[in-house]
């Protein structure tokens, strides 16, 4: 290597030199909270936590739910197919598989005051207040799986539920129950709900109870006015 | 002349055979292409109704969301080889004031001043856990429910001493003061004290 660096020209040697001193600059010099970690050795166990996210926000959880579903699953083994232009569906004999996993599940309803400002206040001079709000969000809080009440029933020809089967059941359950929400009525308990907690505090700021209102606005999405758009184009 | 015929007519037949076995693994050939046959297992959950069990007024008022991921597990020692499970759960823990602990009179208003005084911020929920969020990550062996609620249990502490530190606190606190003040500045009061209980 040193014979061929001597046989290098000048401008050559210069170019070298310059790319070097920029890959160890590069190298070293990237941060001062990685070169201390370099010097000092330390190693940090990143393994038992993932990821953890922190987020601000205001939100004022008015109404709790709380649900209970059992999640049942069936798991029936048949040949199926095509064999000589007759189709085949043969349930397999002693491959059965069944199993009922119960979950219980907290569903919340909130609202979003992490936009609340000027905006969502009407006043008027003989002492009257409107608080507009936003339209309640339902949030799954927690979900709890009774481990101890599951119950499930194994052919002899099958293996039992692995832990990947079961979880990927329980986050259909969950998914089912996200589904449900609607049906539960929960965003009108948290409109009232909501007014329930408000109305005590701005009564606390002086004002009357009979001159609160509490309103609800809903927040458009750009789903929403399209849908809109299209009602009116029909029209 | 009689076996002539019968030599004709058994050739014939030998010729029609022919033909019809043609025929047949013809059809077996083109009928082939379509032929498939598996095992079908169904993999998804019954249809089954969603109970409510009980709905209740609250008044959590959450200013710092932590969302957590754990990898947690456990081994269990054996004669050849170990048993092992291992699971990610996921939670959130919620910091904030639950408005139900306020004392009497907790917002005072004279004129245009305000003194605003929330109760301890801490985690408002208990049941943090979305157990049926979880993954599950890799399983040797067999494993009881006891187990796996030894898992859940473990998991849970490692979340809470991850997530309710001083310093989370201290920032949802902070948080909690800015929206407070910034709520009372929108209610139309300019002197606004915000206090915490010890």
């Known amino acids: 290597m040193f014979f061929y660096y001597s046989q290098m020209t000048k401008t050559t040697k210069t170019i070298l030199l310059s790319a070097l001193i920029a890959l160890v600059a590069g190298c070293s010099g990237s941060d001062g909270e990685g070169q201390g970690e370099q010097s000092a050795y330390q190693s940090v166990d990143t393994v038992p936590m993932l990821i953890m996210q922190i987020q601000k926000c205001s939100r004022l959880y008015t109404t709790e739910m709380k649900i209970h579903k059992i999640v049942t699953h069936d798991d029936v083994v048949k040949l199926q197919g095509q064999l000589l232009k007759q189709n085949i569906d043969i349930k397999l004999p002693m491959g059965d598989r069944k199993v009922a996993i119960p979950i219980d599940a907290t569903l919340k309803a909130y609202i979003d005051f992490s936009d609340f400002s000027e905006r969502n206040i009407e006043r008027t001079t003989d002492g009257k207040i409107t608080i507009l709000l936003p339209d309640p969000k339902v949030e799954l809080t927690s979900s709890k799986v009774n481990q101890q009440e599951i119950r499930s029933f194994v052919g002899i020809v099958r293996s039992r539920f692995t832990d990947e089967e079961m979880t990927r059941y329980e986050q259909q359950g969950r998914e089912a129950i996200i589904q449900s929400i609607p049906r539960l009525g929960i965003v009108d308990m948290a409109k009232a709900s909501a007014a329930r907690t408000l109305i005590p505090m701005v009564k606390q700021m002086g004002y009357r109870e009979e001159n609160i209102t509490i309103a609800y606005r809903k927040d458009f999405k750009p789903f929403d006015i399209r849908k809109f758009l299209e009602v009116r184009s029909e029209k | ?198």
């Open chain 2, 1 to 198: 002349m009689a076996n002539k015929e019968r030599n004709n007519l058994e050739l014939l037949v030998k010729a029609l055979m022919l033909v019809a076995i043609i025929i047949f693994l013809w059809w077996l050939l083109i009928a082939e292409k379509d032929n498939h046959v598996s095992v079908e297992v169904d993999d998804g959950i019954n249809i089954t109704p969603e109970q409510i069990q009980s709905i209740r007024d609250i008044g959590q008022w959450e200013f710092l969301s932590i969302s957590n991921e754990e990898l947690v597990d456990t081994v269990r020692k054996g004669l050849f080889s170990d048993d092992q499970l291992v699971r990610i759960y996921y939670g959130t823990l919620r910091l904030g004031i639950d408005l139900s602990k306020t004392k009497k009179n907790w917002i005072s208003a004279h004129g245009d001043t305000v003194v605003v005084k929330l109760p301890k911020v801490g985690l408002l929920d208990k049941e943090f856990i979305d157990e049926t969020r979880t993954k599950a990550f890799y399983e040797s062996g067999r494993w009881t429910a006891r187990d796996r609620e030894a898992l859940y249990r473990k998991a849970r502490r490692q979340m809470l001493s991850h997530a309710l530190t001083k310093q989370n606190l201290k920032t949802a606190e902070a948080n909690a003061e800015d929206h407070v003040r910034q709520m009372m500045k929108t209610m139309g009061f300019n002197n606004i004290t915000v206090t915490f209980e010890k």
